[in-house]
């Protein structure tokens, strides 16, 4: 009943929805996206300042086998953020620089993988970025069966094909396309918020003030003390 | 009984006793102090080269909530650094550019923190210099109470409001207030000596005989073979 | 019966071979290799873009207690790279800045130790490069034996001394000394292959049709579907 | 656009196939649906011995907060499985034996937790069965929303409403609620296939004769050795 | 400045006080306290079903050495709970069925220690209970100072020479002496509420409308769908 | 170079020294053969109370593929412990009862594992002891090629095919075989010390006087102080 697929049709998200995403940054967007959707904090950049935002080709392999990730290229288009996942914990080094360089061949952005990549140095010089959970060189085999572009789990988050990751210094963040311009808009209204707080905070305004907190310690019970 | 407070008015050491043992650093303070005080490894610095030396204020925090941290700001003064922990292991991203602008214009130099942090690309170009569990942009809520300035234990030691903490790449090192002179004094002491040590050793001395080892090594039984 | 040795004299490799195998790197040594050899994925570069190779020196020390390695020093030679374990899991900052002047002194070219390292500053400024579990200041005691140039297991790679240890941003490889020739040429033929793959993969040819997968990939049952 | 909300009404599956995949167990089903569902082995019974199978009731709980449980308890219903995640990770005690006396009076035959549970001791007197990351009395407030019977993602496992849930010494399996006849189909086939292995093998046939494997082994290249 | 002392004299909590508290266990100790005081959950016992209450001797203790509970044994009065910390991380197995029959020739009822033990099948048969980090049979020297008796921090709780500590199931839970008479105040007051709750609970009452949390619900916008 | 071989005929150590170690157990084997042989402790028992020691026959496997236990089974012989390693980590559940028949069958006595298992309520049921690094029911493939009796790492420790492998609830502890004599005889000579030791110290003989450790704490700088 478990069939492996590779599915090599998705739907994708408005690209400048997606543009809109990226520029926005992890940590707004999942604010403006009810706290949800973040990719859990194992999974760290490589390398310091690349923003990526585009549409999730999505990978189900088997740990220590990168043959469904070779699968997958085919079925990147220009703009995609290729998510790597393993049906048990791996830390083996499923990707390294031909693969970025057949990804960067086929227009795809970056990768996101709940695994382990290899040639860091390379990948830093060719300006491939790359968000993993380890770096290490152990070698694969290409032998077990997978599916490209089911719904995957990436370190505690569901990730489903064609859905909006964004991936920066902070981390990963995935926004279902049917949201990503409901979020988009709010992400707007809180950057602009923003703003405007941030320049009464460094005028020196306090937080409790600006957020109106001292009614609410008030309430919990909080006392303040000289001692 | 127990009470959630915010302490307003905390001891401060000697500033020029803190300066000094930003100077020696971690590494060499934490030798002075008796090879007591160290702040545990999983607490690492999200940028390279800061070094911050000034007394804590600390936090008392439910995970998930940063409430506190927001009361704190106003108990800050010029030089302090912020110490944040929570009554049970948390990753979340408590802490973000927003608040280090604000603890900025209240002079505080740092922030130490046994949980994650968030816009940390915003964080090292504005030079706020952090040290912390994770990275992680999951948001947090601000609902529950907690407490300023009263004893934490932050990665596993105690850190009492008024301690100075020391940051650098090493890791975060709390020298208790009553003592940082005495340790000041030390840690010079043995800066001196280092020096002509380093000497001695960059001149193809070995540690074995400069240090007077080889006893100690024939007394716990080490023989020397070929093989 | 178990007794604590320092073996003064060790078979070393190759210089030539040494130096082949750290120009190949660990992923393609690793790969030449037969996918064995690697050092666990816990032990990670405290710099950037450093690359080293050279004969083991090992050291079997105490958790806690940095005496062996300043043993260790007298029997390094220009070229060797210093490989630290302890007989229990330990994250103490046993190496520092002191003991890599030196091993400098001595001509070790680099460390890899499955502890803690302190001094990661003066480190990085000095140039000396380590590969190591921890960054912690914790410091340790010089009480306890333990053995030099026996065999030891780090980060669950088994290394003996004189094997040939290769180190670079991908993490740590082990090469037995008499495969070392073996696995130098192996490396180079894969060298030479890999260099036609990239040009054919940046020419936009997949690695399905590359690598002959399509006929894998069937057999393995994976459908291809439009959904 | 994220809601908080508490669904009242879910499909469940059909309680004769509920009772069949439990009666198969958690290995067989796993291996019955493809080797897929099963929730990460951080997930541990707190008890030895208990089996169950029941359609899941989800709740996605903020850290720290155990108010989403209570309001789940209302919509549970004899048989089912109480499936517990948190929106970030955390090891805090939200459940305990009062909690569980509450689910016992609406039927509900276990908990699974992707956090900490407490009052373990009166948990096994109860025999009421509960799978978690962690023990540990830390007490938790009632003070942030979340939601029940959404999708959520348990130890790396998505878990939709309805979903049956196995559970037993082995850990936690999940099966979405459309696949479980067919599930249930392949596990007895299955268990009928193991029994006559189980006879040969227990006589001394070798699993490489029974499963043919010896032309495998040869073709991979293993050889046979004295030594 | 940092000294290594065995202080022979402490103030223990008054003895009914101490076994109040152990009768109430941990996890409503710990709610009567406010929710502080618990050591880390891993810390876990090695026997299932001991409870015990005593006041706390501690120890500070060179990692990969046992020298200092050595010393401790002498300070031990009957009723008391040994409380073992290294001051940096170990796994080592530092106590084992000749130290648990001289403490039980003391009188002292349980072992709390940060580190590994070993003779686990021996102290569960000789009844002796103990929480640890983990079960090593690592052997340990006894070389490096240490002390008896001051504030030690035990997996992130801070423990002082006197204060109760009470351990079960649950895992372990520290009050300090000055409160102990309170807390146990409170722990009974919370007793006597949790047996009327929990007959109502059984009697199908839900703790929605029990703890009047529908209030609360809708406040923060938790919605009731039927979807 | 790197060939996979099953080696069919290794050299087993005496039986009768093998029991006898087995008798004194892991913790009295690892002191008395100089505190070094132990299996990383992560390696825990599924069961409570049982003993085995015999000689090893080792298992290096892909990880998530099962292939190579299955072509061990052929060379064990009665008496003898099966002891699996994966070329990279993995918790999958490579054993389970059949495996476990099929051992039983060639008279194999019990398992360690640095993976996972399965079947755990059989495996305790038909009293097959394991000692393993995970309980996970995550099914394997059977595709790649691996070794049998090489020297392999199993957490952390070197096990040659014939070396002893002891395991009990301590933990799993492996003796060279050319050294199992000798350690056996140590292992006497310490259990027959040891009798005397426990006698006194249950007589209220203190450790500090029975082994003479007051001299080495004043020596060390501990004072006893009554504050």
């Known amino acids: 009943m478990h069939e492996h697929v590779v599915v090599t049709k998705i739907d994708r998200p408005d ?4 543009s809109g995403l990226g520029a926005a940054g992890v940590a707004t967007v999942h604010e403006a996206a009810g706290r949800i959707g973040l990719v859990g904090p194992r999974i760290r950049p490589i390398q310091q ?3 990526v935002a585009g549409p999730a080709v999505t990978v189900s392999s088997h740990p220590g086998d990168n043959l469904m990730i070779h699968a997958a290229v085919e079925v990147c288009r220009p703009g995609d953020v290729l998510v790597v996942t393993t049906t048990s ?3 083996d080094g499923m990707f390294g620089e031909l693969l970025a360089t057949s990804l960067t061949a086929r227009g795809v952005i970056g990768l996101v ?3 382990g990549v290899r040639d860091v140095a390379d990948l830093r010089t060719m300006g491939f970025p790359v968000w993993s959970k380890a770096v290490s060189a152990q070698g694969t085999v290409k032998a077990s069966p997978g599916s490209v572009n089911v719904p ?3 370190a505690g988050q569901l990730v489903e094909p064609g859905d909006v990751v964004i991936a920066d210094d902070d981390g990963v963040m995935c926004v279902p396309r049917a949201d990503a311009a409901d979020v988009l808009e709010r992400s707007r209204t809180r950057l602009a918020g923003e703003a405007d707080k941030r320049e009464r905070l460094a005028d020196g305004v306090l937080g409790v003030d600006l ?5 609410l310690l008030a309430k919990l019970g909080v006392r303040y003390v000289e001692r």
């Open 15 to 18: 690209p400048e929805v997606v």
């Open 49 to 51: 300042g690349a923003v």
């Open 89 to 91: 914990p791996s830390t």
């Open 113 to 115: 993988i709940d695994a």
């Open 152 to 154: 995957v789990v990436c």
């Open 211 to 215: 957020y109106g907190m001292r009614e």
